[in-house]
């Protein structure tokens, strides 16, 4: 069976530290991979989705990015850590068909201080 | 573009009542159409869908979502609450063609009172 696995559950970090959050997929190949960032009492936004390998789509612009070093790993990273950037930060996956259900980490919860 | 809109972003109902949570969807074309359950400091779990067929689609929990084209809606109903029910709830859509990111609505947070 399929697994999604999301690292660091919770992390505290101060305005202009470096950020890495990591997701990778199990028991699947060449998925379709997403982050999703929930703010307090706000809905969820895509922030980045990737098709495969080094293809990284980016929803809007901000202090994040996004890399794909290998097929089902997915990380979201920052350079300088802005207070905006706290929230609840989602990663997950599909397989590349249309219609598929989009299957959720469970989260990392990142506080900027 | 697509877009979700969810009414309510709060509903309170009574252990035993009826919860009704609506999602009003806005597509050029039907889109799959998801529900979505998060309990605290958890991810997403999924409910239910549709994506063909049945326009009455029944999900886990007890949770049954009715897809209206004519109302561009996909409310989710439950006949009877439970206390564990309490969550936050979020509908979907992704496109049947292109894109498959999901697009979510604001979500609705469900209190169920003793």
């Known amino acids: 069976s399929q697994t999604i696995h999301q690292w660091p559950a919770t992390l505290v970090q101060p305005v202009g530290s470096p950020l890495s959050l990591e997701c990778t997929v199990e028991?699947?190949?060449?998925?379709?991979l997403y982050w999703y960032r929930q703010a307090a009492g706000r809905g969820l936004q895509l922030l980045f989705y990737?098709?495969?390998?080094?293809?990284i789509s980016s929803e809007v612009p901000q202090n994040l990015s996004a890399s794909r070093p290998q097929d089902r790993q997915f990380i979201l990273s920052s350079k300088k850590l802005l207070l905006s950037d706290s929230g609840f930060y989602l990663c997950?996956?599909?397989?590349?068909?249309?219609?598929?259900?989009?299957?959720f980490g469970e989260g990392s919860w990142l506080t900027v201080v | 573009a697509q877009s979700v809109t969810q009414l309510g972003s709060h509903v309170s109902v009574s252990e035993g009542a009826l919860v009704l949570l609506r999602c009003n969807y806005s597509?050029?074309?039907?889109?799959?159409l998801f529900w979505y359950v998060q309990y605290p400091n958890q991810g997403l779990q999924l409910l239910l869908k549709?994506?063909?067929?049945?326009?009455l689609v029944k999900g886990i929990n007890g949770f049954e979502a009715e897809f209206k084209k004519s109302e561009t809606s996909f409310h989710l109903t439950k006949p009877s609450a439970h206390m564990s029910d309490a969550a936050e709830y979020f509908c979907?859509?992704?496109?049947?063609?292109?894109?498959?990111?999901?697009?979510f609505g604001s979500g609705t947070r469900l209190q169920v009172q003793p």
């Open positions: 549709y994506t063909t067929g049945a326009t």
């Open positions: 990737s098709v495969g390998i080094g293809q």
């Open positions: 028991g699947t190949s060449n998925p379709n």
């Open positions: 979907a859509v992704t496109s049947r063609t292109g894109r498959r990111a999901l697009t």
């Open positions: 597509s050029s074309v039907p889109p799959y």
């Open positions: 997950a996956w599909d397989r590349a068909n249309s219609g598929n259900t989009i299957y």
